[in-house]
C-alpha cells in the first residue's frame, strides 16, 4: 500500500511566521504534488516535482515555495504566513509517466494562521 | 478561471437510490479524468477513472459517463450507500497538458 504521510495534521501559526510543511512517501514515486483545499474552491495546485531538486509552479505558487532534496521528501515552505494561507494542505504522489497518471494523496494538515 | 467545475455543491439520496455527481470542463486538451473521494479527516483516495477514447467506465457500483462534446462528465453510484457519504472531487488533466485540476466537490450524504 502505498503510503504518504505528512508532519503534522493540525498547525497554528503567527503571521509572518515561517512555516515548514513535511511530506513523506515510501512508494518510490517519482512525482510529488502540493495542494491546498478551501471550500468552494476544491483542490487547487500550488507546486509539483517530477524529480529530485525540481520543481514547477501550480496554479497559485504566489507565497510559497517547495524544497525536494530526497526522492521520498517534498517541503513546502511558507516565508512570511499570512491568515489568507489558512487552509488544508495536501500532499500528494504519484508514479513516473505522465503526470496525471492516479495521485495518492496523504491525510493533510490543517493550518491557521493567527 | 475554474476549468473544472462541479456546479452542485452537495446532493442527498435515499440508501439504495442512485446518486449522481456531475461535472463540467473547459480545456478541450484534457483527455483523462479522474473522480476522487474523500472523507473527513483523511486524504482524497482514487475512485474511478475515464480516458477520453471511452465514454464509459464501470466499476461495481460505480460508473463514470463522458460526454466530450458537451465537455460533461457524471459519476453514478448504484446502489448508494450510507458508506459513500463524503465528498467527491472530479479532476481532469491530459497527456500533453500535465497535471491535473480538481473541481470544487461536491458534498454526497446517503441516508438510511
Known amino acids: 500500500d502505498v503510503k504518504v504521510t505528512q508532519s503534522s495534521r493540525y498547525l497554528v501559526k503567527r503571521t509572518g511566521e515561517k512555516v515548514f510543511l513535511e511530506c513523506v512517501q515510501d512508494m518510490d514515486h517519482e512525482n510529488m504534488f502540493w495542494y491546498r483545499q478551501d471550500p468552494g474552491l476544491g483542490l487547487r495546485l500550488i507546486y509539483f516535482?517530477?524529480?529530485?531538486?525540481?520543481?514547477e509552479k501550480g496554479d497559485i505558487p504566489e507565497g510559497y515555495s517547495v524544497s525536494r532534496e530526497k526522492k521520498e521528501r517534498f517541503s513546502l515552505i511558507l516565508e512570511s504566513a499570512s491568515t489568507n494561507q489558512t487552509s488544508m494542505y495536501l500532499c500528494?504522489?504519484?508514479?513516473?509517466?505522465?503526470?496525471?497518471?492516479?495521485?495518492?494523496f496523504g491525510p493533510g494538515t490543517r493550518l491557521t494562521v493567527l | 478561471d475554474q476549468q473544472v467545475k462541479q456546479n452542485s455543491p452537495s446532493l442527498s439520496v435515499q440508501e439504495g437510490r442512485i446518486s449522481i455527481l456531475n461535472c463540467d470542463y473547459t480545456n478541450s486538451m484534457f483527455d483523462y479524468f479522474l473522480w476522487y473521494k474523500k472523507y473527513p479527516a483523511e486524504g482524497p483516495t482514487f475512485l474511478i477513472s475515464i480516458s477520453s477514447i471511452k465514454d464509459k467506465n464501470e466499476d461495481g457500483r460505480f460508473t463514470v459517463f463522458l460526454n466530450k462534446s458537451a465537455k460533461h462528465l457524471s459519476l453514478h453510484i448504484v446502489p448508494s450507500q450510507p458508506g459513500d457519504s463524503a465528498v467527491y472531487f472530479c479532476a481532469a488533466g491530459g497527456t500533453s497538458y500535465g497535471k491535473l485540476t480538481f473541481g470544487q466537490g461536491t458534498i454526497l450524504t446517503v441516508h438510511p
Open positions: 500528494a504522489s504519484s508514479p513516473a509517466g505522465t503526470l496525471t497518471d492516479t495521485q495518492y
Open positions: 516535482s517530477y524529480d529530485v531538486k525540481m520543481k
